[in-house]
């Protein structure tokens, strides 16, 4: 494949913000830009294209068949559970994700979600513009914020997003246990790494950060919750599934736990008949725990060199790996 001469799609430009991208891909062929979604029918846009950069668009047998000279799918981000790489692979697709292009920006949103559940600012902030101060005020049994120092923070996942919270937490005075994965193999010697259900039963407050998974899809149901302590929170940076959303709703509701805060849902976005948002003590943010500017900056540099890299016959791929 010549350079200058390659025909590349983004399927779904519209979800990564307002970030220049013709100036950096038209430089290769010819690009094109889409604002798609997973209800359009995908593989009839596919047919041209020997390039598709994608966010989170599924990308199925169905559609690798229907795109006879793709060869190449840039994904704009770390996850790759929306790609069958098996039919990628069968099709001659190859498939390269981005890794640590976010790691600062999902700590940061990490750290925001936590201590809003602690310190109810988004809450407390909504009530003095009710004219509420007052109220508020003289009822610090039932406004009162929580201290970090000397809470227990649970880290399921312990990779560079997992390592920079728990610098993050220490640095407010929390002490940090790390969750073994159920069915994993483990050959490092983290003296503060625990089994799940010991860290469910003394954290504080749970913090996902792993990838979904055959081992961490639906990990935490209600018989994992009810380990808890019922002053708990869970905050979900991870993946939606890996939290068995019907479980976390009858948790809330019933105050098995005090709060959960995601930035990722089961689907996304959430169906309008979600119960989950009718919750007070569940907070939500859309999936942008990646989306900073110096992440984004990051992430479409190793998305251009992927794409050199793949030109230059040197790439590999996800199903290489």
């Known amino acids: ?47 041209d294209y020997d390039v598709v950069i994608l966010n989170r668009i599924r ?3 169905k559609e690798f068949e229907k795109a006879p000279h793709l060869k190449l799918v840039l994904l704009t981000g770390t996850g790759y559970n929306h790609i069958d790489l098996l039919a990628a692979k069968e099709c001659g697709v190859t498939v390269a994700n981005v890794e640590n292009y976010s790691t600062n920006s999902v700590s940061q949103l990490t750290m925001t979600l936590l201590l809003n559940e602690l310190t109810k600012v988004e809450k407390l902030s909504q009530e003095v513009k009710k004219n509420k101060w007052n109220e508020i005020s003289n009822k610090m049994d039932t406004y009162y914020h929580v201290d970090t120092e000397d ?10 997003i997992g390592r920079k919270v728990e610098q993050y937490a220490k640095s407010f005075g929390m002490k940090v246990m790390v969750a073994k994965i159920p069915g994993r193999e483990y050959k490092d010697d983290i003296e503060n ?15 996902i950060h792993a990838p979904l998974s055959d081992f961490t899809r639906n990990l935490i149901n209600l018989d994992k919750i009810k380990k808890m302590k019922k002053s708990a929170i869970i905050l979900n940076l991870g993946r939606g599934p890996i939290i068995n959303e019907e479980d976390l709703y009858y948790a809330l509701k019933n105050k098995i736990i005090a709060s959960a805060a995601t930035d990722v849902m089961t689907t996304e976005p959430p ?14 943010t859309p999936h942008l725990a ?32």
């Not at 001469?5 to 062929?29: C, H």
């Not at 809470?151 to 560079?160: A, E, P, Q, R, S």
């Not at 790494?193 to 913090?207: A, N």
């Not at 309008?272 to 003590?281: A, V």
């Open 151 to 160: 809470k227990v923070l649970g880290i399921l996942g312990y990779g560079n």
């Open 290 to 321: 990646w989306k900073s500017l110096k992440s984004v900056e990051r992430l479409f540099a190793a998305i251009e060199n992927n794409l050199n890299l793949f030109l230059e016959n040197k790439l590999i791929g996800l199903e290489s790996k």
């Open 1 to 47: 494949m010549e350079k200058n001469r390659v025909k590349i799609l983004f399927l779904d430009r519209n979800a990564v913000g307002p970030f220049e991208l013709k100036d950096i891909f038209s430089k290769y062929g010819e690009y094109t830009e889409l604002n798609l979604t997973n209800d359009d029918d995908i593989a009839s846009y596919l047919k």
């Open 271 to 284: 169906q309008n008949d979600c119960k989950l948002l009718e919750l007070d003590n569940f907070t939500v």
């Open 59 to 61: 990308l199925g047998k």
């Open 193 to 207: 790494r625990f089994s799940l259900d010991e860290v469910l039963e003394k954290c504080d407050v749970l913090s």
